[in-house]
Each structure stands twice: as C-alpha cells, then as structure tokens.
C-alpha cells in the first residue's frame, strides 16, 4: 500500500532524532508521554517498596519495624502513589501520547508548557524524595492537622511543599489538554464522535483544573501554621482541625475521580475493540463520565462521617455519594451490554479491562456500603476502607493503566509484547490483587484499624493471606518490566493497526512519524463502527477496511 | 494463637445488633448485584467468544429504555439502604440523657476515663450492663476516635471541643477500645478494655477503696481555686449570671439568639467567654483558654451541671 510505503520512509518520533537534547528539550507530545513514563514508573516502584514493607511487616502481629518506621513507610506509600504515580498515571501518560493523535492534531495545544509540566513534576519528586531521605513523613498521606501542624517530628512542611509543587505540573497538563480538546479536533471530529478515552481525560481535566487549586490553598495554608504559627488549624488558639479535613477533601475526593475516570477511558476503548462491537449506550457513557465528575465534587464530607461534622450535613454527603454511583453503575452495565452479541477476544488488554469492570464493580459496591451512614461509624478508619479504596484505584485504575500499556504498546514502539507472558501477568494481576484485598474486608469488619503498626494475634490468618497475596501481586507488577524491555529490542514488529482499530491513532504508522499526520485527517464517522458479523470495521477517516 | 479464624466480630450493645442487621442486608443486595454482572460478562465472554457459532444477529437497540431502566432499578434498591443507614446514624450520634456519664479524655496514647463518683481509670472502662452510658470526648492534643467494634460505635475525638457517643451493652464481658484515628507514633498502643458488669457487680467496684470525692465535689474545689466562685457564687457582688440549674436550660444571648447549656456550650463560655455573651451582662469575664488542663474542666463542668 501507498500509504505504508509513504509511513516507512518518515522516521518515527523515537528515530528522527537521537540526541540527549532531543529528548531534554522535546516539544513532542510523544516523546514527553515517554518522559512522563519514566518518571512515574520511579515512583511506582518506590511506592510499592513501602508496600511491601508494609505487608512483610503485618504478617506478623509485631512485625519488625519500629513503630516510627512503620508510620513513615505508610505515609510514603500514600503521598507517593497518589500524587506521584495515579494521578498523573494514565493522563500524564497515555492521555499525553494519544489525545492529539485520536483526534487528529499533531501536537497538545501548547508544547512547551506540556515540556514544562514534566520538569515541575520532576522537581516535586525531588523534593519528596528529600523529604524521604531527611527522615521521612509520618502523619499519613492526608496530613491530618493539629497532629500534622503541632506535634509531628516528621519532614511535613518539605512534603507538603512537594505535594503543592506538584499540583502545578497536574494544573498546566488538565489545561493543555482542555483546550486541545476544544481547539484542536480534526475537522470533522464533533464532540459526539470523540473517543470515550478523550472524554475520560476531557472530564478529568476539568475537575484537575477546578479541584487542585483548592489543594494548593490548603497545603499553603498548612505550611503558614507550621512555620508561623498562625494557627488556622490549631484549636489551642481558636482554629478548627475541620476546616483542615473540608478544605482537604473537597480536592482529595474529586481527586478519586481524577484517578478513575481515564481508567474507564482506557477500558471502555480496550473493551469495544477486543468485543469487535460498537461500545453500547455511547451518549450514556458521555453523560456519565460527566456526571462523575461534577458530582464528585459534591460528596467530600463523606469522609468526615465520624469527625464531629453535623449530623444532618452528614446525611446530605451520604445522599449524593449514592448519587454518584448511579453513572458508576450506568458505565458497568453499558461494559457488559457491549459483550452481548460481540465477537470476543482474549488478548492480554482485554483480560485486564475484564479484570477492572469486576474489581471496580466490588470497589463501587463497598463504596456504598461506606457511604451508608450507620455501617460507616463502624468501618471508618478500619481496613475495611483500604480494601475498598484498593479496589478502586489498584484494582480499578492500576489494572486499567496495564491494559491501555499493553493495548497501545505496539503504537507507541512499534512492536508486539509477547502474548502469553502478558496473558499470564494479567491472570496473576487478578488473582494476586483478590488475594490480597479480600481478607482486608474481613479484618475491616471484624474491627482492625487502619495505620495500626501491630494487632491482635487472632487476627494474623487474614493478615498472612493479605501479605501472600502481595507477593504474587508484586510478581505481577515487575514481570512487565521484564517483558516489556524484552520487547523493544526482540518484538515482533506491529504493522499501523495491529488490532483492527478504529481510532485515527491506529490509522498512521507505529510508532507514529514525529508529526503524526502527514495530513491532517477528516472524520467522517464515529469512533466504534465495528461490524460484528464480518469482521470489517470502518476506520474514523471513513476507510473501510475488511 | 486460637485454633478458630474470627470471621465476625463480637455483637454486645444494642446498636451492634441494628448494625449488623443492615450490614448483612447491604451485603446481601450488593452480593446479587454482583452475581448479575458477573454472571451476565461470563455468559456473553462463553456465548459470544470469537469463533462460537452463536447468532450475532439483531443485538440489542432500545439504549434509553435499558438505560433508564437499569438506572432506575438501581437507584430505588440503594435509596432504601440510604434512608436506613441515616436513621440508624441520626439514632446513634443523637446521645439521649444518659443513665451514667462518663468523661473520656484522650491523650497520645492512652484513654483516661472520669467516672461521675469520682472514680478514675486508664485505658479501661467499667460500666453496667442494661445501661445506657452517656460518653462526653474530650482530645488533650491530636484528633484520636473513640472505638468499641463490639458495639460498632465509633466518634472522632477532636481538640477543642467536646463529642458524645453513648451505647447500652447488651452482654457482660470485655471488650477491646481502640483508637482509629491515626494520632502520632503509637497509634497502635491507644488501646484499652470496655469491661461489662452485672449490676451487683457494677455497684461494688463503684464502691472500692480508694476512690476519692466524687468529680462534682473536686469540681468544687477547682472552682474556688481559679476564681470562679469570686463572680458567680452566692454571695458576689459582680454582676455575673446565675450557674444554679444552668445546665440543660436554654440561654439567652445578647445577640439574640438560644443556645441549650450542654457540656459543649460551658467549655466554651469558658474558655471563649467573649464569643457567647449571655443577654444582660456585661462581658467583664477573662477568658481561660490555655489555662486550665482537659481534666480540670470535666471536673469543673461536673460541678456546675450539679448546681
């Protein structure tokens, strides 16, 4: 074909140039998804070094860390997993390498400010990580004040500047790409031929945009109580601990959505492509992920259950937290309703995109089980919640981040990973994941607080079952490094569209030429016309391919 | 280690037994839910897998009735539990009068309980069973929270405030407190004992040797002591209101508005006297804050609920 022929003789974006400047100092969207990449990965791995601390340290009822150890390795886990490795996970990532190719531009709208949102990213992390290697943080990742502000003898005021640092990378990239999004479509791409992958990141831009700056303001305000002593937080002169938590979690729960909404971007993409069919309900999916997100802002207080806020505020927070579930459970059903009748295959992608509608769905139910308000005075602070909140951002969004690496990893290099190693990581996701999660219900109910450095002997069956399952877990998480690397040197070549996709990023070469379109792309069709019966698909560009 | 893996906890208060009751019935609706999506994605992954021969003709096309359908559906099971789960909370974090009250001060890390006889205990609190215990929670530093899981009750402890928890045990015995709010290096060590008496039984320990006056009567005494009585007793000449059947009433306030005389409202007309100015008095009163120590002013409000 004309077209591959054409592809081959323009070097691809990894190719056109091979300095260390031209990666430094890259404008290419492309190249800054890679850098991004890097980074989190990093942290990925210094997150889950404290995980595993943390669960070799609760196998047994006195573990052997020192309590003040124990609190640090938790603090950092959190700060760094939240902050530095789920946040910007799919959008920082994927969402930097796709959103301009799915909807045909050839770059983010400002290119250097997407630069500039890698290298403040990257200064965050080395002020967290001085923060980590001065001594450490040992309030947990939520810097709960007047402990956070008066009696901690931790590196808070370091951490929290590296948490505000950070806000400033997640600001300028949710900014880059709402106005992407709206400036930069390929003629004919109207909003309602979008992929749902670009209206995942669209929604969650806009809550980054609107919620991280409440996030600033507190940490900034909380840094002011530390070293001035101003007080705002401190009751001994007349502040209110709860204005700390109202201020906190008016962004930490949106934050939530902000670390789950592209994970069904990512899945509602793998399902529909691995299904042959067209997603089911796409205006209701749309719907839903808006609705997500500015609902999300509307339910904070349901953290607050058991802190002494009003009881009839409480009983309002409760109500919109069942609210928000009703999109949730919408984007399940329209998941499964797009098996019905498909065509399916199981590729590695797929088993993981299987993998999160399950575990979001066990997350989604126990979030309603907290969001109940009598169930909640029980549950609050115990591991019933870090199971829950587990299946949603490891389960839900770590699963999904694995599926979307696996699902455009021939895009973005160029090359097949191999199946079966894939196929076998993602089964092991699973199981490892239940594992590990499930007993934690259990001790939850039975009463086992979370943050708790030893605990009752009775309780160690739950707690070896939860440390065994993370091992199988961590297995899990470092043999894609393995594989993948492998991949990039031994891989099958992927021709442009090794999984008969649709989306205008599989309609140019792999890995992408460093402008991505040579010309610049019309749409003329919808992003999931997949036909069933026969196999053949029309591409967005309106090529119909057998 | 016992030979039994604990697979639910214990149940000894009333509100264990309203709890469990609606945490199974959740459980249960969640679990069918559950079932459906599952068992629809394993059926559809068998049925439709690439190669079956099944029928791909005619899928499904009503979208918005099947959307709204199932949203519906949905909504109507959840709101049900919704409206349950709130009456119970409004039932648990409303405190009735209790029979006992009992003072609870936190502090990193150990719970130190005031009974209204006067007598005092760390990290264990005896009450009797039948009775409903009325908690006040007083924080000497750090926010920690109060937590029996036996009796599935749980309130944050916050600094500079007081909280109320209650509950009526049901069975005698002992039962772990703990403390779920994380309050610094030994989180894990706030830990102390619920213990649950027959009333005989009850009735004796309150009268041990060793037991001092009661916390009214070293109430009294503090009041003396910080100057209290100067302005507010019998014979004053300031012209400071009245404490005698303070608590409970409801208080006029210059700018108009109520307030009911509760443990929260004396802390604060203590401590902040300036804030809630009582109609007809002139605000001469010294504020206390930074004055007085948590236990101090348990006592101290002991003793002017007692006028």
């Known amino acids: 074909m004309a077209t591959v022929a054409a592809d081959l003789e323009t070097p691809s974006f990894l190719t056109s140039e091979n300095t260390l400047s031209s990666w430094l100092l890259t404008r290419d969207h492309k190249r800054i998804a890679l850098l991004f990449f890097a980074s989190i990965t990093v942290f990925f791995f210094v997150g889950g070094f404290a995980a595993t601390l943390i669960r070799l340290h609760l196998a047994m009822p006195i573990g052997f860390l020192q309590p003040s150890i124990y609190n640090r390795m938790f603090t950092m886990h959190g700060v760094v997993m939240v902050w530095f490795f789920l946040i910007p996970s799919i959008p920082a990532t994927l969402g930097n390498f796709l959103l301009p190719l799915m909807i045909g531009a050839h770059d983010l709208a400002f290119p250097r400010l997407n630069l500039a949102s890698w290298y403040v990213f990257n200064l965050s992390g080395l002020v967290l990580l001085y923060a980590l290697i001065m001594g450490g943080v040992d309030t947990g990742w939520t810097f709960y004040t007047p402990f956070s502000t008066l009696y901690s003898n931790g590196y808070v005021l370091a951490a929290a500047m590296a948490v505000f640092i950070n806000g400033f990378s997640t600001i300028m990239t949710a900014l880059n790409f709402v106005v992407t999004t709206h400036r930069l479509r390929a003629p004919g791409m109207t909003w309602y031929?979008?992929?749902?992958?670009?209206?995942?990141?669209?929604?969650?831009?806009?809550?980054?945009?609107?919620?991280?700056?409440?996030?600033?303001?507190?940490?900034?305000?909380?840094?002011?109580?530390?070293?001035?002593?101003?007080?705002?937080?401190?009751?001994?002169?007349?502040?209110?601990?709860?204005?700390?938590?109202?201020?906190?979690?008016?962004?930490?729960?949106?934050?939530?959505?902000?670390?789950?909404?592209?994970?069904?971007?990512?899945?509602?993409?793998?399902?529909?492509?691995?299904?042959?069919?067209?997603?089911?309900?796409?205006?209701?999916?749309?719907?839903?992920?808006?609705?997500?997100?500015?609902?999300?802002?509307?339910?904070?207080?349901?953290?607050?259950?058991?802190?002494?806020?009003?009881?009839?505020?409480?009983?309002?927070?409760?109500?919109?937290?069942?609210?928000?579930?009703?999109?949730?459970?919408?984007?399940?059903?329209?998941?499964?309703?797009?098996?019905?009748?498909?065509?399916?295959?199981?590729?590695?992608?797929?088993?993981?995109?299987?993998?999160?509608?399950?575990?979001?769905?066990?997350?989604?139910?126990?979030?309603?089980?907290?969001?109940?308000?009598?169930?909640?005075?029980?549950?609050?602070?115990?591991?019933?919640?870090?199971?829950?909140?587990?299946?949603?951002?490891?389960?839900?969004?770590?699963?999904?981040?694995?599926?979307?690496?696996?699902?455009?990893?021939?895009?973005?290099?160029?090359?097949?990973?191999?199946?079966?190693?894939?196929?076998?990581?993602?089964?092991?996701?699973?199981?490892?994941?239940?594992?590990?999660?499930?007993?934690?219900?259990?001790?939850?109910?039975?009463?086992?607080?979370?943050?708790?450095?030893?605990?009752?002997?009775?309780?160690?069956?739950?707690?070896?079952?939860?440390?065994?399952?993370?091992?199988?877990?961590?297995?899990?998480?470092?043999?894609?490094?393995?594989?993948?690397?492998?991949?990039?040197?031994?891989?099958?070549?992927?021709?442009?569209?090794?999984?008969?996709?649709?989306?205008?990023?599989?309609?140019?070469?792999?890995?992408?030429?460093?402008?991505?379109?040579?010309?610049?792309?019309?749409?003329?069709?919808?992003?999931?016309?997949?036909?069933?019966?026969?196999?053949?698909?029309?591409?967005?560009?309106?090529?119909?391919?057998? | 280690m016992p030979a039994w893996i604990p697979f639910w906890p214990q149940t000894a208060a009333t509100s264990g037994v309203v709890v469990n009751t609606l945490f199974v019935a959740e459980l249960a609706v969640c679990f069918l839910i559950l079932v459906l999506v599952f068992g629809m994605m394993l059926s559809f992954c068998v049925r439709y897998r690439r190669g079956s021969p099944a029928s791909r003709t005619h899928p499904v096309q009503k979208t918005w009735k099947w959307e709204i359908g199932w949203t519906v559906g949905t909504l109507v099971a959840f709101l049900a539990l919704f409206v349950w789960g709130a009456a119970i909370y409004i039932w648990l974090y409303k405190s009735p009068p209790g029979d006992i009250e009992i003072y609870v001060v936190g502090k990193q890390w150990m719970w130190k309980m005031q009974h209204p006889g006067g007598q005092r205990e760390i990290d264990a609190l005896h009450v009797p069973v039948g009775k409903i215990v009325r908690l006040v929670l007083a924080s000497q530093d750090v926010i920690h929270s109060f937590y029996i899981p036996a009796f599935r009750i749980k309130h944050d402890v916050v600094p500079g405030t007081y909280e109320t928890a209650w509950f009526k045990a049901t069975e005698t015995g002992q039962y772990p407190i703990e403390c779920s709010e994380f309050c610094g290096t030994q989180h894990a060590d706030m830990k102390g004992e619920v213990i649950v008496m027959e009333a005989a039984a009850y009735t004796r320990w309150l009268a041990q040797p060793g037991s001092g006056p009661s916390l009214a009567q070293q109430g009294e005494a503090l009041f003396r002591q910080y100057g209290c009585s100067g302005c507010h007793g019998a014979g004053s000449t300031v012209h400071a209101p009245s404490l005698a059947g303070l608590s409970g009433s409801l208080v006029q306030l210059q700018d108009g508005s109520t307030v009911r005389a509760d443990e929260r409202y004396i802390r604060d007309a203590i401590l902040l006297p300036e804030n809630q100015i009582v109609a007809g008095f002139p605000p001469v009163m010294p504020s206390f804050s930074g004055q007085i120590g948590e236990d101090d002013l348990l006592k101290i409000i002991a003793y002017i609920q007692s006028l």
């Open chain 1, 193 to 546: 031929r979008l992929p749902l992958f670009v209206w995942a990141i669209y929604s969650t831009s806009i809550v980054m945009l609107l919620a991280t700056p409440v996030l600033a303001m507190t940490v900034l305000i909380l840094a002011v109580d530390h070293v001035l002593g101003v007080g705002l937080f401190d009751p001994g002169r007349g502040g209110d601990p709860l204005l700390y938590q109202h201020l906190f979690w008016f962004y930490s729960h949106p934050a939530v959505y902000i670390m789950i909404l592209p994970a069904m971007g990512v899945v509602s993409e793998l399902v529909t492509c691995y299904a042959r069919k067209t997603v089911f309900g796409y205006t209701g999916m749309t719907l839903a992920l808006m609705a997500i997100a500015v609902i999300s802002f509307f339910v904070w207080g349901h953290h607050m259950f058991t802190a002494g806020i009003s009881i009839y505020s409480a009983v309002v927070f409760s109500l919109m937290t069942f609210f928000v579930a009703v999109p949730s459970a919408i984007k399940v059903f329209n998941w499964t309703v797009t098996l019905h009748k498909g065509s399916i295959s199981f590729d590695a992608p797929m088993i993981y995109a299987l993998g999160f509608v399950l575990l979001f769905t066990v997350g989604g139910l126990t979030g309603l089980i907290v969001a109940t308000l009598a169930l909640d005075v029980h549950l609050q602070d115990t591991y019933f919640i870090i199971a829950h909140f587990h299946y949603i951002m490891v389960g839900g969004t770590v699963s999904a981040f694995f599926g979307g690496l696996h699902y455009w990893w021939p895009k973005i290099t160029g090359r097949f990973y191999p199946e079966m190693w894939a196929r076998f990581a993602a089964i092991l996701t699973f199981t490892g994941f239940n594992l590990t999660f499930f007993p934690q219900f259990i001790l939850g109910y039975l009463g086992m607080p979370r943050r708790y450095y030893a605990y009752p002997p009775e309780w160690q069956p739950w707690n070896v079952l939860s440390s065994a399952g993370a091992s199988i877990l961590a297995v899990a998480y470092v043999l894609p490094l393995g594989y993948l690397g492998w991949s990039l040197i031994w891989g099958r070549r992927a021709g442009p569209n090794p999984w008969h996709a649709t989306g205008l990023e599989w309609q140019v070469s792999s890995p992408p030429p460093q402008y991505n379109f040579a010309r610049t792309p019309t749409v003329t069709i919808g992003p999931y016309a997949y036909n069933t019966e026969d196999g053949s698909y029309t591409a967005q560009d309106g090529t119909v391919h057998a």
